[in-house]
């Protein structure tokens, strides 16, 4: 049972397109992370959140963007899409504790 | 950080328990060992963590050296599903700055 959501699952869209993917997570937790993952590569960190008006870059470069206006909502912005963002983006929360990162089932995207 | 080394495959058969090692031989004395998978490209899906004890729950145990330089992910009775991905990953205790890096992980095949 998801407690973290991502919505599209799957996206299809052209060059130059401006994109949004959502990040809901319904948990309270303070910490939000995006991670970008290409088909059989490692995940990396592209994007982390500690808060609300908080975000900081990862450790991953990426032209895309990330908002942080409430507690629950973390979405990811590509002002121009590319076909090399092409990848799949992955969202993440987790809390204060010691607590695990728990994962939404991610957007795949594809930029033709 | 400490840096984790883990084999990039193995394989066990269906029923049987799978050993995955995981070394970290420079290991803080405030770092856990945290245990995730991925299954073909779903979001990364915590299993355990531990810091010096063993740790079972009801998806796998963890067995922590004495020394903390190296540790034992179990699956006591793998099935085909348990085909995924598995990362081991240190992280500090209670460092609200500290961000889940992965590493390249073991691929596990469960054969039938």
């Known amino acids: 049972e998801a407690d973290i959501y991502q919505t599209p699952r799957y996206l299809v869209i052209g060059t130059g397109k401006k994109i949004t993917l959502e990040c809901s997570q319904t948990?309270?937790?303070?910490?939000m992370y995006w991670y970008q993952q290409d088909p059989g590569m490692e995940l990396h960190l592209i994007h982390y959140?500690?808060?609300?008006?908080?975000?900081e870059k990862g450790d991953l470069s990426s032209e895309s963007t990330v908002s942080r206006i409430r507690t629950e909502h973390f979405p990811l912005t590509l002002e121009s899409a590319r076909p090399s963002h092409t990848s799949q983006y992955l969202c993440?929360?987790?809390?204060?504790?010691?607590?695990?990162?728990?994962f939404g089932s991610g957007t795949r995207l594809t930029v033709v | 950080d400490a840096k984790t080394t883990q084999p990039p495959s193995m394989d066990c058969a269906e029923g049987r328990a799978a050993n995955l090692p995981c070394n970290h031989s420079?290991?803080?004395?405030?770092?856990?060992v945290y245990w995730y998978r991925q299954i073909h490209s779903q979001g990364p899906q915590y299993i355990i963590h531990?810091?010096?004890n063993n740790e079972t729950n009801e998806m796998a145990s963890l067995i922590i050296t004495e020394d903390r330089k190296s540790s034992t992910l179990i699956l006591p009775h793998a099935t085909l599903r348990d085909t995924a991905v598995y990362y081991c990953?240190?992280?500090?205790?209670?460092?609200?700055?500290?961000?889940?890096?992965f590493g390249s992980g073991t691929r596990l095949l469960v054969r039938p």
């Open positions: 993440a929360s987790s809390d204060r504790g010691q607590g695990g990162y728990t």
């Open positions: 531990g810091l010096k």
């Open positions: 990953i240190v992280r500090p205790w209670m460092d609200s700055s500290y961000k889940l890096i």
């Open positions: 959140s500690y808060g609300v008006n908080s975000t």
């Open positions: 420079t290991i803080s004395g405030n770092e856990y």
């Open positions: 948990m309270g937790h303070d910490k």
